[in-house]
Antibody
Framework: EVQLLESGGALVQPGGSLRLSCEAS????????MSWVRQAPGRGLEWLSG????????SYADSVKGRFTNSRDNSKNTLYLQMNSLRVEDTAVYYC???????????WGQGTLVTVSS | DIQMTQSPSSLSASVGDRVTIACRAS??????LNWYQQKPGKSPKLLIY???TLQGGVPSRFSGSGSGTDFTLTISSLQPEDFATYFC???????FGPGTKVDTK
């Protein structure tokens, strides 16, 4: 069974940093394009970043470019999202997703909540 | 940037009803349109991709249509497990629509 398990969400002050992890199992992680998507409370969905199977290339939404870094460790079947210079508007549930190509995201992890507040 | 809108933002329906949700892109996207379902407290789930292709395991009461700028998700006979929020997503740059909440009448 394919599983994606996010962790690392927490309450952090504006300007702070946080690293999210996503442990993958049940599929060939090193062969798979992966992405991060977030959902602000009561709001819609926003794609944040994608990463190639080998980690050699990444892409980012403008809203997080320069602040967030997407990376992976294929030896550990784990995806990471390093988030710096956090803002109140970054408060959201963060999901890691398998990117099946052409922006088809399936399945999704259960999500981890990041709250940015003073 | 390609913007996505959905209508209605919410609707009330009964089990057995035929439900239609519209999604519009701010510019033509061909057939590059996906639909997701999100139940309360759960993660989204891919229902339909490429405008009309059902993801594996999705019941056949769900269907999608459209191309260019206008798309539709139809549930032919609403079931209790279908009460959820539905999001469209353009598959050019990944932008999602704001969602349509389907609740019980």
């Amino acid at each position: 069974e394919v599983q994606l398990l996010e962790s690392g969400g927490a309450l952090v002050q504006p300007g702070g940093s946080l690293r999210l992890s996503c442990e993958a199992s049940g599929f060939a992680f090193s062969n798979q394009l992966m992405s991060w998507v977030r959902q602000a409370p009561g709001r819609g969905l926003e794609w944040l970043s994608g990463i190639a199977p080998g980690g050699e290339s990444t892409s980012y939404a403008d809203s997080v470019k320069g602040r967030f870094t997407n990376s992976r460790d294929n030896s550990k079947n784990t995806l990471y999202l390093q988030m710096n210079s956090l803002r109140v508007e970054d408060t959201a549930v963060y999901y890691c997703v398998i990117d099946l190509s052409e922006w088809r995201f399936d399945p999704w992890g259960q999500g981890t909540l990041v709250t940015v507040s003073s | 940037d390609i913007q996505m809108t959905q209508s209605p933002s919410s609707l009330s329906a009964s089990v057995g009803d035929r439900v239609t949700i519209a999604c519009r892109a701010s510019q033509g996207i061909g057939g590059y349109l996906n639909w997701y379902q999100q139940k309360p407290g759960k993660s989204p789930k891919l229902l339909i991709y490429a405008a009309s292709t059902l993801q594996g395991g999705v019941p056949s009461r769900f269907s999608g249509s459209g191309s260019g700028t206008d798309f539709t998700l139809t549930i032919s006979s609403l079931q209790p497990e279908d009460f959820a929020t539905y999001f469209c997503q353009q598959a050019y740059t990944g932008t999602f629509g704001p969602g349509t909440k389907v609740d019980t009448k």
